[in-house]
């Protein structure tokens, strides 16, 4: 599986951005789905992740009620809806894709298989 990050930019504190992780592979609809972020100087956490049907979701607290993971698999896709954006989420922005599909233990860097490049997301003061 290959994974394409994109979406980032920069944005002003209060503003939104939508990034998307499109993937390659006839089984994407399998996998448990995650977004990581890593800030500069800091080490890689866990953001949001997504159960392969989508009926179950995950966020740091961090950003509940701001952000929202969901996924698109008729077109291998996967989303991070980020709203009321500021400035510490400032950050390279991942998305990952564990194979077996787990439920549990997805806020684990170790848990996913495979890694999308990373888009970068500046949010200003």
């Known amino acids: 599986v290959q994974l394409q990050a994109s979406g980032g930019g920069l944005v002003q504190a209060g503003g939104s951005l939508r990034l998307s992780c499109a993937a390659s592979?006839?089984?994407?609809?399998?996998?448990?789905l995650g977004w990581f972020r890593q800030a500069p100087g800091k080490e890689r956490e866990f953001v949001a992740a997504?159960?392969?049907?989508?009926?179950?979701?995950y966020n740091a607290d961090s950003v509940k009620g701001r952000f929202t993971i969901s996924r698109d698999n008729a077109k291998n896709t996967v989303y991070l809806q980020m709203n009321s954006l500021k400035p510490e989420d400032t950050a390279v922005y991942y998305c990952a894709a564990d194979q077996d599909s787990r439920t549990f233990g997805l806020r684990r860097i170790d848990v996913y298989d495979y890694w999308g490049q990373g888009t970068l997301v500046t949010v200003s003061s």
């Open positions: 592979g006839r089984t994407f609809s399998s996998y448990t």
């Open positions: 997504i159960t392969r049907s989508g009926g179950v979701t």
